[in-house]
């Protein structure tokens, strides 16, 4: 009996439009015709725009101060980031996905990539990029755009053609090879998934300027002349698919919070506070990849364009002799290393923490003469997690403090209109 031919590889790239901006005008219908720009952690520079605000050629990653008068002339929406928001819709785009498709890869927090093999002999791949962006809208109210191709690296091309050409309607699908060629030949080679800035510079020297030049290159001396990674691009742009989707996404090895203060700290005690509330956030991602630290380090540093004052920065690390995720227990390593660095005089800007040489909880081999991390200490630390995942904030290290002149500027923060009861939006 003769054995049916196996289907051929189909990946989706689904991409929120806009993503920020488009969470802050959800809840905000009287913003709808109306530019709106998000920014960055406190309120420095442009790191989100909506469609009107491009139009408008404000520049992305620009100092907010430097455009406040341009922004109120233009009559432009301002918001500060909003970062709980924007993950629990993210959370709801991605379990809406995850009920569209059979295997789903969460790529960021506005991407995903979908397994789509064998779904176009049952039905059309267009109309089922189209079904996705409809039920996103009514379920969610958020516009997504929809590229489809033969490798992940032509769905992601195809999610930028769909983007770029209004004709497409949002959904571009580039399994056939002469749509594909077509698409190729307007695609700057920059705008292929991988080539940065710097490697399109080397690829520009050998007359390699769109994305179809780099397809016909031969991956074999591009791999001798550049990387393997960039010869498997090749091949992807031909439609041979060299990378799988990634359903579980690996626990990460290093774990870093850190944040520049809304007003210098020159006080101890403000730097314990803030320095006790980021390791707290750092601990609650640990536990959350079910992995300990073995090794945490501390930094403080004053800012580098203060011209009145010199700069200062310092670190320090400690090896833990049992492997945790504790906050307790991490909290007062992270002291001592203060301790260390601490000088009295510096304005300081900046702090963070990182815990690193990460080993996961289940099969952990403890040392001869050290204990095994509790089991009350981690039921603990799961109640607390649970505690605050229904209110952020609710249970923490007395320490930590509630309020802080060093907490981030955020003067145009929207409400958490999803995570919060108080802040739920009124429909009058």
């Known amino acids: 009996m003769a054995k049916l031919p196996l289907p051929e590889r189909r990946f989706a790239l689904v991409d929120c439009n806009n993503f920020y901006a488009s969470c802050e005008k959800l809840f905000r219908p009287d913003l709808k015709h109306r530019p709106l720009v998000v920014l960055s952690n406190n309120d420095g520079c442009i790191i989100a725009r909506c469609a009107l605000a491009k139009q408008l050629a404000i520049p992305m990653g620009a100092p907010f101060h430097q455009l406040k008068a341009l922004l109120k002339q233009q009559q432009v929406a301002v918001f500060s980031s909003n970062y709980a ?26 991407e995903a990539f979908l397994e789509l093999s064998g779904l176009d002999f049952c039905q059309n791949l267009s109309d089922f ?53 077509h698409i190729l030949a307007r695609t700057p080679v920059q705008e292929v998934w991988g080539v940065g800035r710097k490697l399109a510079e080397h690829l520009h020297a050998m007359k390699i300027e769109t994305a179809l030049q780099l397809a016909r290159a031969c991956p074999q001396q591009i791999r001798k002349k550049f990387s393997v990674v960039l010869a498997r691009t090749v091949n992807e742009l031909n439609g041979l698919a060299c990378l ?3 359903e579980v996404q690996e626990p990460k090895q290093q774990i870093i919070s850190s944040r520049s203060f809304g007003q210098r700290v020159t006080d101890k005690g403000a730097m314990q506070q803030a320095i006790s509330l980021y390791l707290s ?12 630290a073995r090794r945490l380090s501390l930094f403080i540093r004053s800012s580098r ?41 510096p304005a300081y800007a900046k702090a963070g923490v990182v815990l690193s040489d990460l080993c996961a909880i289940q099969g952990l081999q403890s040392q001869l003469f050290a204990p095994p991390p509790s089991e009350r200490s981690q039921r603990l630390m799961a109640t607390i997690d649970q505690l605050n995942q229904k209110h952020r904030g609710s249970v923490f290290i007395a320490r930590q403090g509630k309020d802080g002149d060093w907490q ?20 009058r």
């Open 85 to 110: 928001l924007y993950g629990d819709l993210s959370s709801r785009v991605m379990q809406t996905l995850e009920q569209l498709a059979p295997k789903v890869e969460i790529y960021s927090i506005d």
């Open 129 to 181: 990029g189209q079904h996705i962006r409809t039920t996103i809208k009514q379920q969610l109210g958020l516009p997504v755009c929809v590229g489809i191709g033969p490798s992940k690296t032509l769905a992601k091309l195809a999610n930028y053609a769909a983007k770029k050409y209004p004709q497409f309607e949002g959904v571009l699908d580039l399994s056939e090879p002469h749509k594909r060629l």
């Open 244 to 246: 799988a989707l990634d």
């Open 281 to 292: 956030r750092a601990a609650e991602k640990l536990r959350a990849q079910q992995s300990l």
């Open 305 to 345: 364009f203060e011209q009145k004052t010199p700069f200062f920065g310092d670190q320090a690390c400690l090896e833990l002799t049992t492997p945790s995720n504790d906050s307790r227990v991490l909290q007062q390593a992270v002291m001592q290393l203060l301790d260390k660095i601490w000088r009295q005089g």
């Open 408 to 427: 981030m500027q955020q003067k145009f923060l929207s409400p958490a209109y999803t995570t919060r009861w108080d802040q739920l939006p009124e429909v």
